[in-house]
């Protein structure tokens, strides 16, 4: 199995890839990273030098790259991560997240459809044999939910409502219609907010982990009230390995931890769990959260129903979010230099930006 994972540099990524690599050292895995600000190869340093992987630098913008690509290696399966997935982002550069996660993920499905369609072994009906192209995807492609009983089934209807979420919600569109037309052989999944090591420090999470660490303000959008549910990155990722493996052709997966968590309750926990991990008297913390301005369009509530992949394919996440939360913080505290490298330059200029906007 000569293995394509895109964005494997990056957060979800770097985990997709660790796990494959070292799971099945029968498969050939490449790691295909442009290596945004977002792209780390420090995150894979464990198993750089591992006989089943090799990482290529490249653009999924890049069509030509990509044929090319495809014609050397005669990849059996694509797991594509590769995305811009920054919300706030999305909202002051919203072209660029066309760019990467809807002309990219079509460009990727033409790379793969003509050289599994070219292929010497293929023909006709057959040449997709063998053959699977997974794309990674977003639960906030179904929109904001208002409703308390309200949960994203797969079969919810799309309301994208950020560019970000649209542009997910088009590429996904992109993967469904080439199954349908050209009879890809897809499958998909929409995953609920991730968190853990290597989450770079521009989401919710590791962000307040670095503020509070450096004493800079907390910054809670709005009132703190919007609600995610939040599974630990290395479940995902084995959520992925089982459906890369097991989902049914065609099919779509929603991947959460029934975990609920209002922004603001999320922050004092993590502001108690610093203080406890930094030796700081009860309460140090909690006084550095500020609210600012809301995000544009903010989604009120994210939850997913992941019966279907629990029920269908067997999966279920292995952590407790408190558990998880409390492994998240001790590797970040125990990486400082990783933290150190990600949020110098560039990060300031843009951050220091961003609050002073809002
Ligand atoms: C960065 C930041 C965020 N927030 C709020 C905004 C959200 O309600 C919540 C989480 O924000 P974050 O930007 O970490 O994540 P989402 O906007 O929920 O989106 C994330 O989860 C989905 C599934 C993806 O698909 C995205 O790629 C991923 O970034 O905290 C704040 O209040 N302050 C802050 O400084």
Partial sequence: MKLLITGGAGFIGSHVVRLFVTKYPEYQIYNLDKLTYAGNLANLADIEDAPNYTFVKGDITDAKFLEDMFAEIPFDGVIHLAAESHVDRSITDPMSFVLTNVVGTVNLLNAAKNSWQNSETAGGAHAFEGKRFYHVSTDEVYGSLHNPDEFFLETTSYDPQSPYSASKAASDHFVRAYGNTYKMPVVLSNCSNNYGPNHFPEKLIPLMIHNIQTNKPLPVYGKGENVRDWLF?????????????????????NIGGFNEWKNIDLVHLLCATMDRKLGRPEGTSAQLITYVTDRAGHDLRYAIDANKIMTELGWEPSLQFEEGLEKTVDWFLANQEWLDNVTSGAYQTYYKGMYTNR
């Fill in 233 to 253: 990155v290395v479940d995902h990722a084995r959520a992925i390995d089982t459906v890369f493996h097991k989902g049914v052709l065609g099919e779509t997966y």
